[in-house]
């Protein structure tokens, strides 16, 4: 594990509100990273959640509260220990995809040596290798998303902060990255996801947090964000009519089961003993906590 300067926390965002006129981005948004952990920043278009990564970061300013890296006020010697993918990606086209990842890493203080070392290390742990030569206007969308987190993550950073890294790459090329992003984890990587994919999130992250018109909405564990948000879901196999069970609000079709999602205070003892009583043939009944996307929908209301 790191040792932080000032303490165990890579990152420590303390109260933050910023404002733009009269609107606020983001108000009274608070949250820690610590080593090895992955944090899940979620929200919908527009809730704060960039604005809070660039306070982090020190790209903009706080109008009230702070930001410390490693347990300090940001300062230059951070820039080699972060790792930042934003949305608006940028790489030189004209350059191979090698030649972008040693030149970016001359960036984070690198020899060329080792930029060298390290970018042909990067492409092989992406499965990029065979299309290291290639310029970059050559490749596909989802190759130079790949070339990007290498540029992003190929100097060893402490902090990674990635910004809908898994735009635009298809399910091999997911698979990749959740490789690289495991290893830098156990090595003590400290990672902020930002993501509209929930299911990344529920797979990835330890702990979640969700912003809704610039305020904190949820914190936490992931699972204690779960088993709180006052919903579960039955997952049920069953022959009969499902319709109008006591205390389901929503019933969804899922395949080979059905998904019945309780409202709050539901008890799933009467929705069984209802099928029961309809003679309704119970093959299985599941109860599982809400979904990620469940709780998001619940809590700001938008279609993800």
């Given at each position: 594990?790191?040792?932080?300067?000032?303490?165990s926390f890579v990152?420590?965002?303390?109260?933050?509100?910023?404002?733009?006129?009269?609107?606020?981005?983001?108000?009274?948004?608070?949250?820690?990273?610590?080593?090895?952990?992955?944090?899940?920043?979620?929200?919908?278009?527009?809730?704060?959640?960039?604005?809070?990564?660039?306070?982090?970061?020190?790209?903009?300013?706080?109008?009230?509260?702070?930001?410390?890296?490693?347990?300090?006020?940001?300062?230059?010697?951070?820039?080699?220990?972060?790792?930042?993918?934003?949305?608006?990606?940028?790489?030189?086209?004209?350059?191979?995809?090698?030649?972008?990842?040693?030149?970016?890493?001359?960036?984070?203080?690198?020899?060329?040596?080792?930029?060298?070392?390290?970018?042909?290390?990067?492409?092989?742990?992406?499965?990029?290798?065979?299309?290291?030569?290639?310029?970059?206007?050559?490749?596909?969308?989802?190759?130079?998303?790949?070339?990007?987190?290498?540029?992003?993550?190929?100097?060893?950073?402490?902090?990674?902060?990635?910004?809908?890294?898994?735009?635009?790459?298809d399910p091999v090329?997911?698979?990749?990255?959740?490789?690289?992003?495991?290893?830098?984890?156990?090595?003590?990587?400290?990672?902020?996801?930002?993501?509209?994919?929930?299911?990344?999130?529920?797979?990835?992250?330890?702990?979640?947090?969700?912003?809704?018109?610039?305020?904190?909405?949820?914190?936490?564990?992931?699972?204690?964000?779960?088993?709180?948000?006052?919903?579960?879901?039955?997952?049920?196999?069953?022959?009969?009519?499902?319709?109008?069970?006591?205390?389901?609000?929503?019933?969804?079709?899922?395949?080979?089961?059905?998904?019945?999602?309780?409202?709050?205070?539901?008890?799933?003892?009467?929705?069984?003993?209802a099928l029961v009583?309809?003679?309704?043939?119970?093959?299985?009944?599941?109860?599982?906590?809400?979904?990620?996307?469940?709780?998001?929908?619940?809590?700001?209301?938008?279609?993800?």
């Open positions: 594990m790191i040792h932080t300067a000032a303490g990152a420590e965002v303390e109260g933050v509100r910023k404002s733009y006129g009269a609107a606020d981005a983001v108000r009274d948004v608070s949250f820690t990273l610590s080593p090895g952990e992955v944090l899940g920043l979620v929200g919908p278009n527009g809730a704060g959640k960039t604005t809070t990564i660039r306070i982090a970061l020190d790209i903009i300013r706080p109008d009230a509260g702070r930001a410390l890296l490693f347990g300090e006020p940001f300062h230059d010697g951070h820039r080699a220990l972060i790792g930042y993918l934003p949305e608006e990606r940028g790489l030189y086209r004209g350059l191979t995809a090698r030649r972008n990842l040693q030149y970016f890493g001359t960036l984070k203080g690198l020899t060329r040596a080792d930029a060298k070392s390290k970018a042909a290390d990067t492409l092989d742990a992406l499965g990029m290798s065979e299309h290291a030569d290639k310029k970059m206007s050559e490749l596909s969308r989802g190759m130079g998303q790949l070339v990007q987190l290498g540029a992003t993550a190929l100097h060893g950073p402490k902090l990674l902060i990635l910004d809908e890294p898994f735009s635009g790459l090329n997911v698979r990749m990255v959740k490789g690289l992003l495991s290893r830098m984890r156990s090595e003590g990587t400290a990672i902020a996801l930002s993501t509209h994919q929930m299911n990344q999130v529920e797979e990835l992250c330890d702990r979640v947090l969700m912003i809704n018109k610039g305020e904190v909405v949820l914190y936490g564990a992931l699972d204690e964000v779960r088993s709180s948000a006052g919903q579960s879901s039955i997952f049920v196999e069953a022959d009969g009519d499902l319709r109008g069970l006591p205390g389901v609000a929503r019933i969804h079709d899922r395949g080979s089961r059905v998904e019945l999602t309780l409202e709050p205070g539901g008890d799933r003892r009467r929705a069984l003993a009583e309809r003679g309704a043939d119970v093959r299985s009944f599941q109860v599982a906590a809400p979904s990620l996307e469940q709780i998001f929908i619940e809590k700001v209301g938008a279609a993800i």
